[in-house]
């Protein structure tokens, strides 16, 4: 078993959908918890970041973390055809004194007009 | 803003056959890593440098050397190619700290026949 499980999809929604994004994980260690986007042929890029259960809001998007059930999730609100991409969660905690992203497998969002 | 600079950005190869994959960066980042990219398996750690003079393994080392020239150069190298290297390597960099972000490349598409 992988320490961060995602549904890679795809997941396809008509514009203006809210779209929910989710990941599991193992590891008790992770510590902060962020989401990358990554466009077709691009290097991802950091989306949202969040420490801790709770959530996190940014315009249209909303990052939530539950560390009692290891789940976390993105949310996207009105979304647009501009945020179809490959969205990656990943996860940081300690190994061996060093900080290591660990990600997830990605999830293929498709958002058509 | 050069960021982190991958090259090259296309490559292929014979099997058998050796390279370097370069990767350099500009934001003066303690920790630099190694990733590949393949379809459904999300982005696996290959190697990893917490700072200048240390490397480390990741989850699929195998096949692989690198090198931390300098703290802004990290090379990858596959001595001898293999038809299982195909994939996208992405080289990314980071502070050393937990709630770091992990900043990207743009891949490099590696084809070994």
């Known amino acids: 078993q992988k320490e961060v499980e995602q549904d890679p999809g795809p997941l396809s929604v008509p514009e203006g959908a809210i779209v929910s994004l989710n990941c599991t994980y193992s590891n008790s260690a992770f510590q902060y918890f962020m989401w990358y986007r990554q466009y077709s042929r691009k290097g991802p890029e950091l989306l949202m970041y969040?420490?801790?259960?709770g959530n996190k809001e940014d315009g249209r998007f909303t990052a939530q973390v539950d560390k009692s059930s290891k789940y976390i999730s993105l949310f996207i609100r009105d979304s647009q055809p501009s945020d179809s991409a490959t969205y990656l969660c990943?996860?940081?905690?300690?190994?061996?004194?060093?900080?290591?992203?660990?990600f997830g497998r990605g999830t293929s969002l498709i958002v058509h007009p | 803003n050069a960021g982190v600079t991958q090259t090259p950005k296309f490559q292929v190869l014979k099997t058998g056959q050796s390279m370097t994959l370069q990767c350099a960066q500009d934001m003066n980042h303690n920790s630099m890593y190694w990733y590949r990219q393949d379809p459904g398996m999300g982005l696996r750690l290959i190697y990893y440098?917490?700072?200048?003079?240390?490397?480390d393994k990741g989850e699929v080392p195998n096949g692989y050397n690198v090198s931390r020239l300098n703290k802004r150069e990290f090379s990858l190298r596959l001595e001898s190619a293999a038809p299982s290297q195909t994939s996208v390597y992405f080289c990314a960099s980071s502070e050393s700290t937990v709630s770091d972000e992990a900043f990207f490349g743009q891949g490099t598409r590696l084809t070994v026949v």
């Open positions: 440098s917490a700072s200048e003079g240390t490397t």
């Open positions: 990943a996860m940081t905690g300690i190994s061996g004194g060093s900080y290591i992203p660990t």
């Open positions: 969040t420490y801790s259960s």
